[in-house]
């Protein structure tokens, strides 16, 4: 048990938190949740179990995104008064798919100190064991829930030369490996579940494999989806066609075929030809 209490200097204290296992705290995120004079959290009652586990016994406050609004100026007021403040989320880092970033923004633009207590978020979790590509990610978050909203968020990442690094909920697991699969291509990818905890799961396939393992076996927990970068190879001839379906949905042909041209590294010549084709205009 962390006993130590300190005089915190003024300001935010943007304070990372467990994804699962109780644990996977910083020593330096307990000494300031104990020094603080406020923890503002996603959930109390979620709050509450950290502090039971660590003898924190300092006053906590909601802050989520259905009082933000209300409550950001009576917080602000604190923090120029001098208060020590932490933002603590349900889980992992605060602002990371979770609330906090009006708070940030208003704290800076008032010349509030903010300070950052690095420790857990899924995303990098993810990654630090998934096995894709490090050198690049791109954090995209959670797709849209709606179909053709999620299609077409999906395809705007289809061309980043990175691993894409998605948080989805249980139930639309499968559907969201089948659309990412259709924006993507069947690239490799890597379904990681329930991080850090009793069930933790790393599944690594094609996307057409992991949407057909899902959809026989639905997935519980908290998951995070990485999808491998595309490949460096000559792109065949389905490559092509899956990525001008998906642009000629968003674009008109002429652009489809700049597009895919830009992005495939094919003659534009062809990209057009083949557009023309997949539009029935030939
Ligand atoms: N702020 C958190 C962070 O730093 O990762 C994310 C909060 S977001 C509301 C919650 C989502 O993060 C979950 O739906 C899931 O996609 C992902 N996630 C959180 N914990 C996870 C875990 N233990 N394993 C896998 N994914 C997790």
Redesign the pocket.
Known sequence: MVDTTITLEPGLYVTATP??NLADITYRAVVALKSADLILCEDTRHTARLCTAYGIETPRSPYHDHNGERVRPGIIKKLQDGAAICLV?D????L???PGYKLVREARDAGIKVFPLPG????IA?LSAAGAPTDRFFFAGFPPSKSAARQSFLQSFAAIDATLIF???SPRLAASLETMAEAFGDRNAVV??????LHEEIREGSLKELSAHYSDKPAKG???VLVFPPAKTTPTDEDLDVFLRNALNEMSLKEAATEAAKTLGVARKTAYGRALTLKGKT
């Open positions: 994804i699962g989320s889980a992992g880092t605060p990371i798919s979770d857990p978020t899924a995303a993810a948080y989805e909920s990681t579940r329930e991080l850090t905890k908290e998951i995070a």
